[in-house]
């Protein structure tokens, strides 16, 4: 079975300086994808990045990056100049396809506190 | 909105009773997934539904439990004789149809059902 790691509960980080969140996976298939999500308070899944695990290039979204070490299996987040608007929980998420449909597994989240 | 739709936002019930829980997915797209996030934790799948079909329910509790996705209207998450434990938010995704596509699943704001 797949499980998501996400070995850091909580994180702070000061406004305008960098943060990385680390995940971990285990799988044997070699066809997948890899995302992060952002929860805030609201309680919204919002889509952070994605990355397909066939490309080697890893993903970037303005501020946000992603250090994706396939062989390691490791997908790690970059969030580069803190805003006070990225404290949320952070969901690093694996999905694959079984059956024709995807199948998603969510690791348990990293709660991010960013400091005025 | 052409989102994924998800009411009530917040359902209040008593131990016992029945909660229904509504979604009706992105215009276009006929796969729905149900995930449960208890507090403080990642979004566990619950059951996933293409029209008029139960594909997947494989993290779905054997009793009480039940969902269905009609022809018309939307997906229907129902609990049964709900107890404390229940007390989570219930998040309903949904994607496009046809296999292997690249899109994510896209998120409603979920609800929150809380079992006094």
């Known amino acids: 079975a797949q499980t998501v790691t996400q070995s850091q509960p909580e994180m702070s980080v000061q406004e305008a300086e960098t943060v990385t969140l680390s995940c971990t996976y285990d799988t044997s298939e070699s066809d997948y994808y890899l995302f992060w999500y952002k929860q805030p308070p609201s309680r919204q899944m919002i889509l952070v990045i994605r990355q397909e695990a066939y490309k080697q290039q890893n993903a970037t979204e303005n501020r946000f990056s992603v250090n994706f070490q396939k062989a390691a299996k490791s997908f790690s987040l970059k969030i580069s100049d803190s805003q006070l608007g990225d404290a949320a929980m952070y969901f690093c998420a694996y999905r694959r396809w079984s059956g024709g449909y995807q199948k998603v597994t969510f690791g348990t989240g990293t709660k991010l506190q960013v400091i005025p | 909105n052409a989102g994924v739709m998800q009411n009530p936002r917040h359902l209040v019930r008593r131990r016992g009773q029945e909660a229904r829980l509504r979604c009706s997915p992105m215009?276009?797209?006929?796969?729905v997934y149900w995930y449960r996030q208890l507090p403080e934790e990642g979004l566990k799948f619950m059951v996933y539904?293409?029209?008029?079909?139960?594909?997947?329910e494989s993290g779905m509790p054997k009793e009480r439990f039940s969902a269905e996705f009609p022809k018309e209207g939307p997906s229907i998450l129902r609990i049964q004789q709900v107890v404390r434990g229940d007390s989570a938010a219930y998040f309903c995704?949904?994607?496009?149809?046809?296999?292997?596509?690249?899109?994510?699943?896209?998120f409603g704001d979920g609800t929150r059902l809380s079992i006094l």
């Open positions: 995704a949904s994607s496009p149809l046809g296999s292997y596509s690249n899109q994510p699943q896209h």
């Open positions: 539904l293409q029209k008029e079909n139960i594909i997947d």
């Open positions: 215009k276009g797209h006929s796969h």
